[in-house]
């Protein structure tokens, strides 16, 4: 038997490649990206070519309300991340919940921002340009929270029932990335619809 | 501290790795029932390719039903009505149901063993990705029998491969036709995407020991661009035909004309995804001819580094090219300019490519296999598409042919000459490995030479005709036009390459029943899927390899003269 030095390998413990599950999200966050940059310049495209009313200055109020909800979320989750760190269950539930909680009451929010629009102002997908692009653009975005509120609640339910454990870190941080996306997100479109659309 | 080392046996032949799978003994129920529940990537790869072969003959079936009917002045071989769906339907076919798919296979089977890796790092998102653009593929095919939507008269999407708004919107495109094309490219997209991530978290996560981003074998480097290209890339394409489907089924009025909605904005974004898509589609073809020319050249490849940067480079810049497929939309003169440019800066990058894999054939010791014959084909119709390429992008020339036979050569010297070319060159290159039988060399000489004869009677003769005023998607003309006798010439030239089609299909089946066993390593090849059986046990390597150069297997063949010594 021969052997073949290698000689670029002096350690074999230093070989440490990067978490797959991390890498995957944020691929999937570059694939996301490309969706939200196409609704978002759709938006911006059609923002005042409307025939016909409803305008967005005529309907849309701002979501202060929600929007520290979704945004406080994220610092939530955080928290949540560093107690299944330090296996610190208990804490993590906590946290974890009242991030799903946030979550739910901006998802309500919204809910009923869109009874209003549809029920009192007339405006609809159909109504005209701004119909369109808005339940579109806020629909879409809403679509993930949704998603993100399904996955949230398995962990959470999995953690209740004492399932979850420090050894989970890593994908509940993987998890927590894809939540502090959809809060990014909503930064971007809160600013596109509600600051510069109004 | 201690010098790590690999075991090399005294002799090279005992280098590979011979365990055998056990062999597999079941029903034939099992056994598909084993290709479907599977996770392997190497069958789903195996699947993918097939899936693509299949849609292959498919929709080259259409395109001669297409050169049929074009073939004499004033022909009426099939109806308008008819003609317009085949011509759409092969060209989505080609597109998104033969190209990406075949190529996204060679990824999945290649990519874990050149690096060494057991799996893809999401083996259940790969079987979930082939599953999804399967179905899609079967959803836009029942159009045929499903797309009125009504019992007893099928149809399929007739409105070109880039369905250009508002054709699409609802009062233009009743019935379902549509509504097939644009659900099946969303589950088409939402399939490539999750092999994108996959592929890209594989190659980040999953390498061997000592396999560092500068020691991959040069065909995952251009997978990794490609799959960054498809996330960016493919998610425009998913966001317009989300909108599209508002638009027909909640009564949107993204690209409604009536509603101040722009037909223009659905150009913009098909082509932000059209034509990175180029590149998605030429990029793995690149990666084969990295591979196998210096295989058959038996000299290491011309400029790696110089090669990494041009991919990277490509994938950059086509994502700024996209408006000059929309030069006769109208723009700006910026915007013309703009275009021109990028278009033109893209053919830096991809002459780096060009110059590189002639200096890796420059004093090699080149060998004549098929797959060499095919490599050295696409390297000469490459550069000839490439330089019509570039008359094109220029916008005024643009203006003179744009919809014309003349561009419908040049993407077809790009897709057929170039791409379609090259993965014939992987069939006769990794066959041997995916099944452990040789193809045979005489048929691969003769699908090679039919091929090549049939290609060019085809794709050179047809500039003619485009420079003449003969416009794509036309259904017949007046025999007066002077087009008669190029499209004669074009059509047999088509079945030509049909021919040639078939007799690679014969040779794919003959050769897996009677072809000469492969062996582990029939070429004498230096990257990591060598090194193992062929085919290669699910776990693919009995031991983990560890790898000390760019040509892992070349240092264990030549431990006199090892890679790992100079690089």
Not at chain 1, 112 to 137: A, C, M, P, Q
């Amino acid at each position: 038997m021969g052997t073949v030095p290698l000689q670029h390998l002096q350690d074999e413990a230093a070989w440490q490649l990067p978490s797959r599950g991390r890498v995957g999200m944020y691929a999937l966050i570059v694939a996301e990206t490309a969706v939200f940059t196409i609704f978002v310049v759709a938006y911006l495209y059609y923002l005042g070519r409307d025939q016909w009313g409803p305008t967005p200055k005529q309907v849309l109020e701002l979501p202060i309300f929600n929007t520290v909800c979704l945004l406080s979320s994220s610092l939530f989750i955080w928290l949540a991340e560093r107690a299944i760190e330090h296996d610190n269950v208990k804490r993590f539930s906590l946290w974890w919940g009242i991030t799903f909680l946030l979550g739910a009451i901006f998802l309500a929010g919204t809910a009923r921002e869109w009874y209003k629009l549809i029920v009192h102002d007339h405006l609809t997908v159909r109504t005209n340009l701004f119909g369109t692009t808005f339940y579109s653009l806020v629909g879409l975005h809403a679509t993930h929270v949704i998603v993100g509120l399904f996955l949230l609640a398995v962990v959470l339910a999995l953690a209740l029932t004492g399932r979850i454990g420090q050894k989970h870190s890593e994908r509940i941080q993987v998890l927590a990335l894809y939540w502090h996306f959809v809060d990014a997100v909503w930064v971007v479109v809160f600013t596109v619809v509600y600051v510069v659309g109004r | 501290m201690a010098t790590p080392t690999i075991p090399i046996p005294d002799h090279v032949e005992g280098a590979f790795d011979e365990t055998q799978p056990p062999k597999f003994r079941g029903t034939y129920l099992e056994k598909v029932h084993g290709w479907v529940v599977t996770v392997d990537h190497k069958k789903i790869g195996l699947m993918y390719i097939s899936y693509a072969l299949i849609f292959l003959l498919v929709a080259g079936a259409e395109a001669l039903a297409i050169r049929v009917q074009l073939a004499r002045p004033e022909n009426t071989a099939i109806s308008p009505l008819v003609y317009n769906r085949i011509f759409t339907m092969h060209g989505t076919t080609m597109v998104f149901l033969v190209g990406m798919p075949i190529l996204f296979g060679f990824g999945n089977y290649l990519i874990p063993l050149m690096i060494g890796a057991r799996d893809m790092a999401f083996p259940r998102l790969n079987a979930f990705s082939f599953w999804i653009s399967a179905f899609a593929g079967i959803l836009l095919y029942y159009s045929f029998i499903g797309g009125l939507g009504l019992s007893g008269t099928g149809t399929a999407p007739d409105v070109g491969w880039f369905a250009y708004a508002p054709l699409t919107e609802k009062p233009f495109s009743p019935g379902h036709t549509v509504d097939y094309w644009a659900v099946s490219l969303l589950a088409n997209g939402i399939g490539s995407i999750g092999t994108a991530i996959n592929i890209i978290a594989t190659i980040f996560s999953m390498r061997c020991k000592g396999m560092t981003l500068f020691r991959m074998p040069l065909l995952p480097w251009v997978y990794l661009t490609m799959s960054g290209l498809v996330l960016v890339a493919i998610g425009p394409l998913t966001a317009a035909q989300v909108m599209l489907l508002v638009d027909r089924y909640l009564g949107g009025h993204f690209f409604d004309t009536q509603m101040g909605g722009s037909s223009i904005l659905w150009a913009h974004f098909f082509w932000i995804f059209g034509h990175p898509e180029v590149y998605i589609l030429v990029l793995p073809a690149f990666a084969f001819a990295n591979e196998i020319i210096p295989v058959f050249s038996r000299k290491a490849i011309f400029g790696y580094p110089a090669m990494v940067a041009a991919t990277v480079g490509i994938g950059f810049i086509s994502l700024g090219v996209w408006a000059h497929h929309m030069f006769t939309i109208g723009m700006t003169s910026f915007g013309n300019a703009f275009f021109t440019l990028s278009t033109m800066l893209v053919s830096i990058p991809t002459g780096i490519k060009t110059f590189n894999w002639l200096a890796t054939l420059w004093g090699g010791k080149i060998r004549f296999t098929t797959a060499m014959l095919f490599s050295v084909g696409f390297l000469f119709q490459w550069l000839i598409a490439g330089l019509t390429g570039i008359m094109l992008s220029v916008s005024a020339w643009d203006w003179q042919l744009h919809n014309s036979y003349f561009v419908v050569a040049h993407f077809h010297y790009v897709l057929v000459g170039g791409i379609l070319f090259m993965i014939f060159a992987a069939i006769y290159y990794w066959f041997p490995k995916m099944t452990g039988r040789m193809l045979n060399e005489r048929l691969g000489k003769w699908h090679f030479w039919l091929m090549l004869v049939g290609f060019h009677l085809t794709f050179d003769l047809m500039h003619v005709p485009g420079v003449l005023g003969m416009p794509r998607q036309i259904y017949t003309y007046q025999a007066d036009r002077g087009w008669t006798v190029w499209n004669e010439f074009i059509s047999l030239g088509g079945f030509i390459q049909g021919a040639a089609v078939l007799v690679l299909v014969y040779n794919m089946v003959h050769s897996y029943f009677r072809g000469a066993v492969a062996g582990p390593d029939p070429w004498d090849g230096w990257t990591l899927e060598w090194s193992t059986a062929s085919p290669p046990p699910d776990y693919n390597f009995a031991v983990e390899p560890v790898v000390a150069s760019r040509r892992p297997l070349w240092d264990l063949k030549h431990p006199e003269d090892p890679d790992s010594a100079v690089e």
